[in-house]
């Protein structure tokens, strides 16, 4: 089973940016790729989804045209480049994966939070004026 880890969390004006890293461990990324996050007293929810064998994506509408996800397989590495950051971005930012992954309507999937369940341990973003 592949070992994720997150880092590049931090605090961040609004407006500004900031890029995220899922380094994955134990085996090579395959399969749906997805970054998630939980603001305090909220649901977990999608961010966006990569298909690291078709390198096509996915975006929750809220992060669309502010956030871009992009892998590097030399690295077993994926990333959430940030920007435009706005304060209800803040939250634990999450890497998943899920080794079945197709394409709907031209786009990864799963997408649902309900379908991962090899999660990295989260790195906290807060974004404030």
């Known amino acids: 089973q592949v070992k994720l880890e997150e880092s590049g969390g931090g605090s961040v004006e609004i407006g500004g940016s900031l890029r995220l890293s899922c380094a994955a461990s134990?085996?090579?990324?395959?399969?749906?790729m997805g970054w998630f996050r939980q603001a305090t007293g909220k649901e977990r929810e999608e961010v966006a989804l990569?298909?690291?064998?078709?390198?096509?994506?996915h975006y929750a509408d809220s992060v669309k045209g502010r956030f871009s996800i992009s892998q590097n397989n030399a690295k077993n590495t994926i990333y959430l480049q940030m920007n435009s950051l706005k304060a209800e971005d803040s939250a634990m930012y999450y890497c998943?994966?899920?080794?079945?992954?197709?394409?709907?309507?031209?786009?990864?999937?799963?997408?649902?939070?309900?379908?991962?369940?090899?999660w990295g341990q989260g790195t906290q973003v807060t974004v404030s004026s």
């Open positions: 134990g085996t090579y990324i395959s399969g749906c």
């Open positions: 990569i298909d690291t064998g078709l390198d096509t994506t």
């Open positions: 998943a994966a899920n080794p079945l992954c197709t394409l709907i309507s031209g786009r990864p999937s799963p997408f649902e939070t309900y379908a991962y369940k090899n």
